[in-house]
C-alpha cells in the first residue's frame, strides 16, 4: 500500500482550499445558527452569488477584478436582504424550508438555459482568476518539506485563504464579546424576552444574515480562484449541509469551531476515501470495486457523524445548550 501517498493527501486535505472554502462557509453558519439559532439551510447560494459575480464581471463584462470582488459582495448582502425581508419570521423549522428552496432557486437560475449568455449555463464560466494569480508574490517553486508542499499558485491561494479565514474568526470574536454578539445569543436563546427588553429582534436577525452570508461568500470566491471555473451544480444542498456538519462537529458557537471542524472534516473524508481505493487496489477488500470506494466513503463518514450526534452533540469543543433551537 501506498502509505505516503495516503498521508501526503490528508495532510493537504487539513490545509488545503477545500478547508478554506468550507471553514469560511461554516463561520456564516456559525452565526447563523451557532450565534443567533437562525436555521438558515441557503448558505450555498450566498458562495454562489459571490463566485458568479466575480465570474461574470470578468469574462463577459472584461471589469477589473476589484469590481468583481465588490459585485460578489453586493451581491451576497443583497440575497441577504431579499431573503430575509419575508422569512426572518417564520418558526426555526419554516425558516428551513424556505431557504433551502431558495438556494436551489438561485442555483436554477445560473443553470437556466434562458440566461445562458450571462452564466454559461450548466457549463458554468471559467477563465477569471488570472488578474488574482498576476499578484502572486511567490516566485515559481515548491513550498514545503518533500511531498508535503504547494506550487506557487497554491500556496498564494492558501496564503491569502487562510488570512481571511483567521480574520473572519478576529471579527466574529470581537463581535459576539460586544453587546451587539451578546443580544444575538439572547435571541438565540428566547426571542420574546428580547423582544419584550424593546430590541428589534427582526433587524439583529437580519444583521446576523447579512454578516453570515458575507463571511460565507468569500467561500464562493476562492472556489472559483482556485479551481478557474464556477457550476451552478457545484453550489447543491450537500455545499450547505457539509457547512452544517462542520459547524456540529467543531462545536457551535465557538468561535474556532468551524475552522477545526472543517481541517477534521476533510481530513476523514480524504483519509477514508483513500484508505479504501488502496484496500480495493490491493485486493484486501475482495467484495468492493473501485467504484463503489465513493460511495462507501460517504456511508462511513455519515455513519461517524450519526455516532457523534448520539454520544457528544455538542461537537469537539461545543456545549449542548448552543445547539437547542427555540423553533417557537
Known amino acids: 500500500m501506498d502509505w505516503l501517498t495516503i498521508l501526503t493527501t490528508t495532510v493537504h486535505a487539513a490545509i488545503g482550499w477545500e478547508a478554506v472554502v468550507y471553514g469560511l462557509a461554516a ?71 424556505v431557504t433551502i428552496a431558495a438556494a436551489e432557486i438561485i442555483r436554477l437560475i445560473f443553470r437556466s438555459v434562458y440566461f445562458k449568455d450571462i452564466f454559461g449555463g450548466s457549463d458554468g464560466r471559467r477563465g477569471f482568476n488570472a488578474d488574482f494569480y498576476a499578484m502572486n508574490p511567490y516566485p515559481p517553486g515548491h513550498y514545503g518539506i518533500g511531498p508535503f508542499g504547494f506550487n506557487e499558485r497554491t500556496m498564494w491561494l492558501l496564503t491569502v485563504g487562510w488570512s481571511v479565514v483567521l480574520l473572519s474568526c478576529l471579527v466574529v470574536y470581537l463581535l459576539m464579546k460586544s453587546p451587539w454578539g451578546r443580544v444575538l445569543k439572547a435571541i438565540r436563546e428566547d426571542e420574546d424576552a428580547v423582544r419584550s427588553l424593546g430590541k428589534n429582534v427582526f433587524a439583529y436577525k437580519m444583521q446576523s444574515l447579512v454578516l453570515g452570508g458575507v463571511i460565507g461568500c468569500f467561500g464562493g470566491f ?34 474556532f469551531g468551524p475552522v477545526v471542524g472543517a481541517m477534521i472534516f476533510w481530513v476523514l473524508f480524504v483519509f477514508i476515501g483513500n484508505l479504501l481505493a488502496e484496500l480495493v487496489a490491493n485486493g484486501y477488500i475482495p ?25 457528544r452533540p455538542q461537537g469537539i469543543f461545543g456545549d449542548k445548550r448552543e445547539i437547542a433551537i427555540d423553533a417557537r
Open 27 to 97: 463561520i456564516g453558519v456559525n452565526i447563523h445558527f451557532g450565534y443567533t439559532g437562525l436555521l438558515n439551510f441557503g448558505q450555498a447560494a450566498f458562495m454562489a452569488v459571490a463566485g458568479y459575480g466575480l465570474a461574470v464581471m470578468i469574462t463577459v463584462f472584461n471589469a477589473p477584478f476589484w469590481v468583481g470582488i465588490a459585485v460578489g459582495l453586493a451581491g451576497a448582502v443583497l440575497l441577504a436582504l431579499v431573503l430575509g425581508a419575508p422569512t426572518l419570521r417564520l418558526r426555526a423549522d419554516y425558516l428551513a424550508i
Open 222 to 255: 476562492f472556489y472559483g480562484l482556485y479551481n478557474g471555473s464556477v457550476q451552478p451544480d457545484v453550489f447543491g444542498t450537500e455545499m450547505t449541509f457539509f457547512a452544517y456538519t462542520i459547524v456540529i462537529l467543531g462545536g457551535a458557537a465557538r468561535v
Open 287 to 311: 467484495f468492493m470495486t473501485s467504484i463503489q470506494v465513493g460511495p462507501i466513503r460517504y456511508a462511513l463518514v455519515g455513519l461517524g457523524f450519526i455516532l457523534l450526534l448520539v454520544y
